[in-house]
């Protein structure tokens, strides 16, 4: 995370900043073929002597060079996937300052971790006959009206972390084309470096996308024998 300040006020206001690495439209997915559309796409470079021959089709279909990572991003209909074609370039404009984001993350791994650092148990007692047990879960369920086993969903110690946390309704602080920065209000889950997804917010009124109908689409030509 860093901080911005702001002079005239000197009021700090906490932000990430994200970087945009050469995101490219792979492929679209529609309604016909997969059942859903969706937008497929990919970040970052990879070199092609450490690509499998299959995904090396893929990307050669679309005229695009090997990616890191692939995403898709559901789109509702036929219409939205027209604003994104295939070799489509998207970078840090795409967003607008004060437009509010989704931002999904997979969180940083804690590894094994125990009932209290995990669920916030309080743990037993710290004296009082307590011995060696002070940060033990305690009892796991109970002996004979419940059928003698552990619930179904019932919180115990176990991995921490690794997986997809969401957090929604950041603000877009600022835009910087040219060095393909987005700076949102706020923290977002995950270790520096990681792979984060920006879609605009569920909650909040969506964006003014006028900007997209002066970008130009590709025009699509029948080719006849």
């Keep these: 995370m860093s901080a911005i300040f702001d002079p005239s006020t000197g009021k700090r206001t906490p932000v990430t900043i ?4 050469r995101n490219q439209v792979v492929a679209h997915k529609t309604a016909r073929l997969n059942g859903y559309y969706a937008v497929q796409v990919g970040h970052g470079l990879r070199l092609s002597r450490n690509v499998t021959r299959q995904m090396r089709g893929h990307y050669a279909a679309a005229q695009v060079s090997p990616k890191k990572d692939l995403v898709e991003f559901r789109v509702r209909d036929e219409a939205a996937l027209a604003l994104t074609p295939v070799g489509k370039t998207l970078g840090a404009g795409w967003f607008r300052e004060g437009q509010f984001v989704d931002v999904r993350a997979k969180s940083h791994g804690k590894g094994f971790a125990g009932g209290m650092k995990r669920h916030g148990f309080s743990g037993q007692p710290a004296s009082h006959g307590t011995s060696l047990t002070h940060r033990a879960m305690g009892s796991a369920g109970q002996s004979q ?13 176990g991995r ?12 877009v602080v600022r835009v910087s084309e040219e060095e393909g920065l987005v700076v949102v209000h706020g923290c977002v889950s995950g270790p520096k470096g990681c792979l984060v997804k920006l879609s605009d917010a569920i909650k909040k009124p969506w964006p003014d996308l006028s900007f997209l109908a002066a970008t130009e689409v590709p025009k699509t030509e029948a080719i006849t024998a």
């Excluded at 994200?18 to 690495?21: A, F, G, H």
């Excluded at 921490?160 to 603000?171: D, E, I, K, P, Y």
């Design 18 to 21: 994200l970087q945009l690495d």
């Design 145 to 157: 009206g419940g059928g003698s086993r552990v619930l179904p969903g019932k919180r115990m110690p």
């Design 160 to 171: 921490m972390g690794g997986q997809q946390a969401t957090v929604q309704n950041l603000r």
